[in-house]
């Protein structure tokens, strides 16, 4: 059924996987406060301050591609409320896909930290953020979805 609390996670879990594309995820000032760096999910921009001219610009926008895949498994697993047993494992590789956009984005961070500011870690933004909170509610969706399933199943025991 459409109307159970899981469906809430997932559609939040698509939610929160969508925001990761739009708000940044990481930001780096160097030590003279002259030049910054930030990590979106489309791009790593090395901007000068003073001028607001861009230095460097390198793409990443596999991070992107990662957070729509995840937010659009987590909208097909919505759809799959009929058979819990899938709709579970959809959310397992869900949680696959959001672990390794979280890696690269914790290895994009560093690589351009020891580059720019070794002497500083950068602070993680929204973006960031936005995963963990996505991961928090996939994990929570299938709590309720194996909930439903024993369920089920002790019902069809009964009779």
């Known amino acids: 059924m459409i109307q159970r609390v899981q469906t809430i996670f997932l559609f939040l879990v698509a939610v929160a996987m969508l925001l990761v594309t739009y708000f940044p995820i990481w930001s780096q000032v160097n030590t003279g406060q002259t030049e910054t760096m930030t990590l979106t999910a489309w791009y790593m921009t090395h901007l000068d301050v003073a001028n607001d001219t861009v230095i460097e610009e390198t793409g990443t926008f596999y991070i992107g591609a990662l957070a729509i895949l995840a937010a659009l498994i987590a909208l097909y697993s919505l759809s799959q409320f009929k058979t819990r047993t899938k709709q579970m494992f959809l959310n397992m590789i869900n949680s696959l896909v959001m672990v390794i956009n979280l890696g690269l984005i914790v290895y994009l961070t560093y690589s351009f930290n020891i ?34 399933e024993m369920l089920v199943k002790s019902v069809d025991r009964i009779r």
């Open 115 to 148: 580059d720019f500011n070794p002497t500083a870690s950068g602070a993680f933004m929204i973006g960031f953020y936005c995963i963990i909170v996505a991961m928090v509610f996939n994990i929570v969706a299938n709590r309720f979805i194996r909930k439903d």
